[in-house]
């Protein structure tokens, strides 16, 4: 599986992307993920220092990943 990342701007302080998680993002996240594979729609605040993700959804194909770009008009 290709490791696609898409995001889109929500403000000046929120990203919404939908990507592999990472470690750190997960951290980032403070909860445990039983399943870290395919890709997850998440919301990214603050600084990557400094910021929180919130996970709002995890897809396990390719295509749910290219639909949630699609639809979520991200680049």
């Known amino acids: ?30 909860v445990e993920v039983p399943d870290p594979s395919g890709y997850f729609l998440f919301e990214q605040h603050g600084s990557e220092e400094f910021g929180g993700v919130e996970i709002i959804a995890q ?11 699609d639809m979520f008009n991200m680049a």
């Open 59 to 69: 897809v396990f194909s390719e295509e749910a990943a290219l639909r949630l770009r």
């Open 1 to 30: 599986m290709a490791n696609f990342y898409f995001s889109v701007s929500l403000d000046n302080d929120r990203t919404l992307c939908v990507a592999p998680l990472t470690n750190r993002k997960m951290a980032m996240a403070g």
